[in-house]
């Protein structure tokens, strides 16, 4: 469970890290403070979704454990397909004109890009997981994603940006998938 624990944050974080990427290319030179900035936000609220979700839906499994699996399927497989989507979809905001690492600024995108995150916590609930464990390394695997996408952004520019997302989606469908598959007793393992 911890690899799944893991491709799942990387999974998730992989809008954060096309943001930051997006917001490296928007300064001339990216400053520690800047990705400690990026990085805590971005992880912050990557933790806080999931475990919102988890225990919005906690109150509710007993109502729905008879499929629980294709919750997971059909929760992960939409964020997955709506991730690869995006990535080959065009750009909705110019990066360039908008720089700021203010709350102001950051606020929107840390919610914006955590949304995902919170529909993951609603299939946690489901799974057998430690959560505490699962928040924490979705918030560090986001946070220092977050903070390297700025950087990689301000160096090498947005080449990397739409296949990190697509590779983050198809992770995520994947893993639904398996989910799915081992329940209908599919898989050997």
């Not at 990085?39 to 109150?59: E, I, K």
């Not at 606020?107 to 916590?121: E, K, M, N």
């Amino acid at each position: 469970m911890i690899v799944e624990i893991l491709l799942i944050a990387v999974s998730v974080s992989m809008d954060a890290f096309a943001v930051a990427i997006g917001k490296g290319l928007t300064v001339k030179h990216v400053t520690a403070r800047q990705r400690a900035t990026v990085g805590l936000w971005f992880g912050g609220f990557q933790a806080l979704f999931p475990l919102l979700g988890y225990f919005a839906a906690s109150t509710f499994s007993k109502y729905v454990t008879a499929v629980d699996h294709w919750i997971i399927f059909l929760l992960l497989a939409l964020i997955g397909g709506n991730m690869v989507r995006e990535a080959f979809g065009e750009d909705e905001e110019n990066e360039h004109e908008n720089a700021a690492f203010d709350w102001r600024h950051m606020l929107p995108l840390a919610i914006a890009t955590s949304i995902d995150a919170f529909a993951v916590g609603v299939s946690f609930a489901f799974m057998p997981i430690n959560i505490v464990f699962a928040v924490i390394v979705i918030g560090v695997t986001t946070g220092l994603f977050s903070a390297a996408g700025l950087s990689i952004g301000n160096v090498f520019g947005s080449r990397w940006q739409k296949p990190a997302q697509i590779a983050g989606g198809l992770v995520l469908i994947l893993i639904g998938l398996k989910v799915l598959l081992e329940h209908l007793g599919m898989l050997p393992w």
